[in-house]
């Protein structure tokens, strides 16, 4: 396992704010999108490293969730390629991200774009739902080994088990994403159940790349075990950008993490025990062996001499046979709890 996945284990669940390209292109703004993410609790900021001209054809139709007033009459193409980011650009965001102290990823979106992450030295990369069945891509990908986090929106079953078999006979680092490819979508299709289906087959760590409107499907996710989130991030929802409406802003991230830190904490351990916090409740509200009524030194106990009542710290119920047909060695007020030194041999 790479250090990069530890480092997601150790930090579980490992929050990744997806700025993409909500950025616009901007060096500032994606420097302040840094900043937010860090502030309101992230563990990670993601962006995307795309050349339009060599994975977009120019006559390719928009996707619904692309038809935007904002975007006017410009092809998918046109819209995807204004918010390009150069390497250089991504050299600068690295070095402030670690600044700032923030684990920094991209997606690269075809194989120039990959190459030129490899070149320097990226921890891991994050694989698109859009190329989850581009096998050369994956095929190039795995033959660097490097760490992998893959989403798997708009799959089918046959569909993962090619793109994982291509990984796991690399023996690459990987996290297998749920996915469901829609801007926003809907939370009955978020299927999270998948999640449960990816760890028995694959045995591999699971995450999710969620695009619901709330945060229920990601604490949903990290009760079934999901240690990695990915959700879209924008400083503003009232930013020009097709992925904006689909982004959660900085006070609803500081909200998610909080959400999904306390969910993990929930889940606490599978051994059934008595807590801490428990104690004084348990002696306050739990039953024990009381006099039913004032007991006089000599008598021999019957069951109807017994009540059984709070407080929760003197003999359980379980002591009810023992004691019946024994010989008090003391006066015992009614509702006083019974002790075993309160009985001769």
Known sequence: ???????????????????????????????????????NGADCIKFQSFLADKYISRK???????NQSSVGGKSQHQIIQETEMSQEMYIELCAHAAKREIDILSTPFEVWSFRSLMELKVPAVKISSCNLTNYPFLREISATGVPVLLSTGMGTLEEVDKAVTIFKESESPLIL?????????????ANLNVLKTYQQRYEVPVGLSDHTPTHTTCIAAVALGAVALEK????????????QQASIEPRELKELVTAVRDCRKALGSAEKMRSDEEEDTFVALRRSLVAARDLTSGEVLTEEMIAIKRPGNGLTTEYLPRLVGKKLSRDIG????????????
């Open 1 to 39: 396992m790479s250090t990069y996945i530890e480092n997601i284990l150790a930090k579980a669940p490992y929050v990744i704010a997806e700025a993409g390209i909500n950025h616009n292109g901007d060096r500032a703004l994606a420097r302040d999108m840094i900043d937010a993410a860090k502030e």
């Open 60 to 66: 390719a139709g928009r996707a619904g969730y692309q």
């Open 177 to 189: 994403f749920q996915c469901t490819s829609n801007y926003p979508s809907r939370i009955e299709n």
């Open 232 to 243: 879209h991030f924008t400083l503003s929802r009232k930013l020009p950008g097709i992925d």
């Open 334 to 345: 009614e509702d006083e709890l019974l002790r075993l030194e309160d009985f001769g041999d």
